[in-house]
């Protein structure tokens, strides 16, 4: 593989250059979208068919497969759960996730899958969810910063706050169905009824809700 990139590089440096800024952005975001700053130069690239191959062999090494979603607008990487586990998750982390595919399921969809609604309105959604069961919610505070980690992944996305309407618009994108995966959401009544949903600090594995075929 290294001489495939030395070749490209002796090619076409700045495309190797290119190639590189799209791999150390997968590293460090997992994934990338149409809509986010940068994102256009970096599926224009990954859309040629040789640099897809390079990137995609170059990941497969290191235990993660390469999915590109034009049509969708995002790219980026998966763990291949039969060689490597993906990073552990907390239980909040989890149904916030789950939560942020439920709405994106139930909603009108727009330009790439995108759906729109505000950070109070999932917010009173993962209330109405979590209200039955014997652990405690989190604050509008505390969950606003669990969408944050999802929009630094570019799962969805937060606009500006609005002063008068106390709120934020909310960007949920078709990346949280793959993400997700559509087979995790009717467990989310049993986790959350579950004997072991408690105050604690018991994680689920990223494993058992990593991206659907």
Do not use: C
Request: cysteine-free; proline content about 4%; charged content about 30%.
């Amino acid at each position: 593989m290294l001489i495939e990139f030395r070749n490209l590089g002796e090619r076409d440096p700045k495309r190797l250059e290119r190639v590189t800024h799209v791999i150390n952005h997968l590293l460090r975001h997992q994934f990338f979208h149409l809509d986010d700053r940068g994102a256009p130069g970096m599926m224009e690239t990954l859309l040629r068919p040789d640099i897809e191959k390079l990137v995609a062999s170059y990941f497969e090494v290191a235990g993660y497969r390469l999915v590109v979603r034009d049509i969708q607008g995002w790219a980026g990487i998966l763990p291949d759960t039969e060689i490597i586990t993906g990073p552990r998750m907390r239980i909040d982390e989890t149904l916030v996730l789950l939560l942020m595919r439920r709405l994106w399921g139930e909603g009108d969809l727009g330009k790439y899958g995108n759906m729109l609604t505000t950070l109070n309105e999932a917010y009173d959604a993962y209330q109405d969810m979590v209200g039955g069961s014997r652990r405690p919610a989190l604050g509008i505070t505390e969950f606003r910063n669990l969408v944050q980690s999802l929009e630094r992944r570019a799962i969805v996305r937060l606009g500006e706050f609005d002063d008068e309407a106390h709120d934020m618009p909310l960007i949920i994108r078709a990346l949280v169905d793959t993400v997700s995966g559509t087979q995790h959401l009717t467990g989310v009544e049993q986790l959350l009824s579950g004997p072991d949903f408690q105050d604690n600090d018991e994680e689920l594995s990223e494993e058992d809700k990593d991206a659907a075929e």
